[in-house]
T-cell receptor
Framework: NAGVTQTPKFRVLKTGQSMTLLCAQD?????MYWYRQDPGMGLRLIHY???????AKGEVPDGYNVSRLKKQNFLLGLESAAPSQTSVYFC???????????????FGPGTRLTVL | SQKIEQNSEALNIQEGKTATLTCNYTNYSPAYLQWYRQDPGRGPVFLLLIRENEKEKRKERLKVTFDTTLKQSLFHITASQPADSATYLC???????????FGKGTTLSVSS
């Protein structure tokens, strides 16, 4: 099993350009998440999904959109990139956390994005 | 507002000593708490989970305690090794079935 994979690993954009980050998981997990990690700020949740076709906003959703058309994929879009979106982006997935369950998360390797 | 604090950004210890990392939280009543390890340039990796009704959990050289009265978790690495050098993150569930809230992490450096 590959676990959680992210594409691309690195990207440089100019202000105003758009791009999509792809996250894929092969563990049949229900939940998927997008985080950004900045120095001194820790991991901050952008958007998450509790199942195919559903999405919800996290702590810092502005400037990003997401889609979960297939259970195994979670896409993060930047419609008009800004320098403030320079960051490392991590995708994660977790199995369905039922009663008494937990949402231990499995992370991808990250995408390093620079917006000039 | 909810808050998670890992009391120090960096911790330096000598090989063989016990490293103790602290995670404090306010305005939460978590059902469980998790600890993750993150190496430079990589995503976090799950280490241990402790539930609110558990006082202590162990895994090899790792030990986690959870005091819901003090709203604190301690993460211990005994007989530390240079390979234990990494950033350690604590995480709580804000409410059941929602995403985790992560602390900013403590970077541990173990020198030989």
């Amino acid at each position: 099993n590959a676990g959680v994979t992210q594409t691309p690993k690195f990207r440089v954009l100019k202000t105003g350009q758009s791009m999509t980050l792809l996250c894929a998981q092969d563990m049949n997990h229900e939940y998927m998440y997008w985080y950004r990690q900045d120095p001194g700020m820790g991991l901050r949740l952008i958007h998450y999904s509790v199942g195919e076709g559903t999405t919800a906003k996290g702590e810092v959703p502005d400037g990003y959109n997401v889609s979960r058309l297939k259970k195994q994929n979670f896409l993060l879009g930047l419609e008009s990139a800004a320098p403030s979106q320079t960051s490392v982006y991590f995708c994660a997935s977790s199995p369905l956390a039922g009663a008494g369950g937990t949402d231990t998360q499995y992370f991808g390797p990250g995408t390093r994005l620079t917006v000039l | 507002s909810q808050k998670i604090e890992q009391n120090s950004e960096a911790l330096n210890i000598q090989e063989g000593k016990t490293a103790t990392l602290t995670c404090n939280y306010t305005n939460y009543s978590p059902a469980y708490l998790q600890w993750y390890r993150q190496d430079p340039g990589r995503g976090p990796v799950f280490l241990l989970l402790i539930r609110e009704n558990e006082k202590e959990k162990r895994k090899e050289r790792l030990k986690v305690t959870f005091d819901t009265t003090l709203k604190q978790s301690l993460f211990h690495i005994t007989a530390s090794q240079p390979a234990d050098s990494a950033t350690y993150l604590c995480a709580l569930d804000e409410q059941a079935g929602t995403a985790l809230i992560f602390g900013k992490g403590t970077t541990l450096s173990v020198s030989s």
